[in-house]
């Protein structure tokens, strides 16, 4: 028995309004965002079928659009919005989300926020 495929989508890096400070609301800041996306490893695993497989990069076109065309007053929305993205498709079984924002504090890397969906 074939346990789930995993896909790791590791720090996609866009620019979006974050943030709900005036400066914040006027210029674009740096995200880095990752994801885990499992599936059944069976749909996609025995034919070598692309329509098998749960297609990353229409996933990640449809993030890099949500998220630099968005306006996001928190992060915790931004993350959220992602994740809905990636558990859209009926395969979908787990999805993770962080996403990080550099600079957000003067003397840290980032600040990172968390969400997962789990379909069971």
């Known amino acids: 028995m074939l346990s789930n495929a995993i896909i790791n989508i ?7 309004f974050i943030g709900f400070n005036p400066d914040e609301m006027k210029k674009q800041q740096d995200v880095v965002i990752n994801i885990e996306i499992q599936y059944p490893a069976s749909k996609g695993f025995a034919d070598d ?3 098998k ?7 990640t076109k449809e993030i ?3 998220v630099e065309e ?4 928190l992060l915790e929305k931004l993350v959220s ?3 809905e993205i990636c558990t859209v498709h009926p395969w979908t079984r ?3 989300v962080t996403i990080d924002k550099p600079h957000a504090l003067r003397f840290a890397d980032s600040v990172s926020l968390s969400l997962e969906w789990n379909k069971d």
């Open 70 to 73: 968005g306006r996001f007053l």
């Open 49 to 51: 079928d692309v329509e």
């Open 10 to 16: 590791t720090n996609l890096r866009l620019r979006t």
């Open 64 to 66: 890099i659009q949500h």
């Open 81 to 83: 919005d992602v994740l």
């Open 94 to 96: 787990y999805a993770k």
């Open 53 to 59: 497989a749960l297609n990353y990069k229409t996933i």
